[in-house]
Every structure is written in structure tokens, then in C-alpha cells.
């Protein structure tokens, strides 16, 4: 079965400092790969998401994620937060087709000025 | 409407009665996905229905849980004899068919439900 992980369940930044949300996934086929955000009082909406082609996906609001096979992982990364950026953060995975996603249980960010 | 829409947005009960949660997908999107979101968990998939094939309800954790789908459209999750237990928000997603490129799932506002 599938699983995913989410190695940070709350991380606390200021603004202007560099992110990386680690995500590590269990499966052993093809699969597709998403980050989700959820921001205070709104619904999960796509950040970004890798089916194949460049391990480099690059997503909205400045976001992007690495896509390592050979690791399991999908990491999200950001150069410079923004008190914006505030919100919970969830990597899923499924397989390939119109499947129902797996989630990891969430990151919860919080940027301070 | 543009996006996925649900009804009702929160949703109060008490132990043991029967609830109806309502989700309206995409226009276009045969695929629609109901998940539950626990207090301090990720989301859990909970059941799937894509165009007229048989749901997959591989992630219904009781039989008290079923749902419907007319057509592609409406879609009405219903929990019977709710426990306290079952207090978390309930969200639908729908997509495009399979096969499409994006394969992306577009999510609800959530029907946030209490059990007392």
C-alpha cells in the first residue's frame, strides 16, 4: 500500500528564510506526484505537481520540488517566504490514472515577520 | 459554479443520528473523490467514483458510511448511527477522466461535521 511521509509536522520561520519540506513516499509503481496548501479559512488548492519529464517542477507563488527516485522523495522548497506563505502544506502521491491520492498528514508553516 | 461546491459547510449532530453530506463536481469532471479529514491528520480517502464503472469503496472504514453518485454529477455521502468519532471535515474532490494529462483533483470547502 501505498504511504506517504512528511518529516516536519510545524515549522516556524521569518520571513525572507529559505524552505525545505521534506516528503518521502512508499509505493513501488509509477506514480504521480502533488503538493497542496491550505491557507487559514480557505480550501486545499494545487501548488504544484510531477508526472514525469524534468524532476524540477516548478509551481505557483514561487514554490518548486525536486523529485529524487532514487530516494522516494518529492521536497518543497522556497528561496525566500513570505508571511503569505503562511499555511499547511500536504504531499500526496497515486498511482498513474485517475486514482484516489494518499496524503501525508500535513506541515503546518508558520511565517513571522 | 467554477469549482467544486459542498453542503452543508458545518454540520451538527448528536451521537446516533444519520447525516447526508452533498458535493457538486466540476462540470465535466467524471471522476469525484469523498476524503475526511481528522483533527491532526491528513486527509484519508474514503471513496471514488469514476464515470458508470462500480465505486471504489476500499476506504469506507464501516458500513455505516455509503454514498451515492447520480450520473456525473451530485454526489451525497451519508453516515448512519454517527459516533463522535466520526466529527472531521469531509471533502470532495472531482477530476477528469482518466487518461486526460492534467489527472489533477480539484477540491470542496469542506462540510465540517460535529458529533455530540
Known amino acids: 500500500a501505498q504511504s506517504v511521509s512528511q518529516h516536519n509536522h510545524h515549522v516556524i520561520l521569518s520571513e525572507a528564510a529559505s524552505l525545505e519540506l521534506g516528503c518521502n513516499y512508499s509505493y513501488g509503481g509509477t506514480v504521480n506526484l502533488f503538493w497542496y496548501v491550505q491557507y487559514p479559512g480557505q480550501h486545499l488548492q494545487l501548488l504544484l505537481k510531477?508526472?514525469?519529464?524534468?524532476?524540477l517542477v516548478k509551481g505557483i507563488k514561487g514554490f518548486e520540488a525536486e523529485f529524487i527516485k532514487s530516494k522516494f522523495s518529492f521536497n518543497l522548497r522556497k528561496p525566500s517566504v513570505q508571511w503569505s506563505d503562511t499555511a499547511e502544506y500536504f504531499c500526496a502521491v497515486n498511482a498513474r490514472g485517475n486514482t484516489p491520492l494518499v496524503f501525508g498528514k500535513g506541515t503546518r508553516l508558520s511565517v513571522i515577520a | 459554479g467554477a469549482g467544486v461546491s459542498q453542503s452543508p459547510s458545518n454540520k451538527v449532530t448528536e451521537k446516533g443520528k444519520d447525516v447526508e453530506l452533498r458535493c457538486d463536481p466540476i462540470?465535466?469532471?467524471?471522476?469525484l473523490y469523498w476524503y475526511r479529514q481528522r483533527l491532526g491528520q491528513g486527509l484519508e480517502f474514503l471513496i471514488y467514483?469514476?464515470?458508470?464503472?462500480?465505486?471504489?469503496k476500499s476506504g469506507l472504514p464501516s458500513d455505516r458510511f455509503s454514498a451515492e453518485r447520480t450520473g456525473e454529477s451530485v454526489s451525497t455521502l451519508t453516515i448512519q448511527r454517527t459516533q463522535q468519532e466520526d466529527s472531521a471535515v469531509y471533502l470532495c474532490?472531482?477530476?477528469?477522466?482518466?487518461?486526460?494529462?492534467?489527472?489533477?483533483?480539484?477540491f470542496g470547502p469542506g462540510t465540517r461535521l460535529t458529533v455530540l
Open positions: 510531477y508526472f514525469s519529464g524534468d524532476p
Open positions: 462540470s465535466g469532471h467524471t471522476a
Open positions: 467514483f469514476q464515470g458508470n464503472s462500480a465505486p471504489d
Open positions: 474532490a472531482s477530476s477528469l477522466p482518466s487518461g486526460r494529462v492534467l489527472n489533477e483533483q480539484f
